[in-house]
């Protein structure tokens, strides 16, 4: 069985840095029947990231 668990944005964020551009992708298969990864969540976490990233003051 695999298990898969969505990162925090904080940590998200974290990885990114101060990197101008990041690709969002989702996949189909295991990630999504675990609620962690399917096209569902990605539009989340990228709607997440846009709004973080105004809030932070960087909008660019």
């Known amino acids: 069985m695999i298990v898969a668990e969505q990162k925090s944005l904080d940590e998200i964020k974290s990885l990114i840095g ?3 551009n990041v690709l969002v992708v989702g996949c189909g298969t295991c990630v999504t029947v675990c609620f962690a990864g399917g096209a ?3 539009a989340i976490v990228a709607s997440s990231l846009r709004m973080a990233t105004k809030l932070d003051g960087n909008n660019k």
Do not use: V
Request: aromatic residues 0%.
């Open 18 to 20: 101060a990197a101008e």
């Open 40 to 42: 569902r969540e990605a």
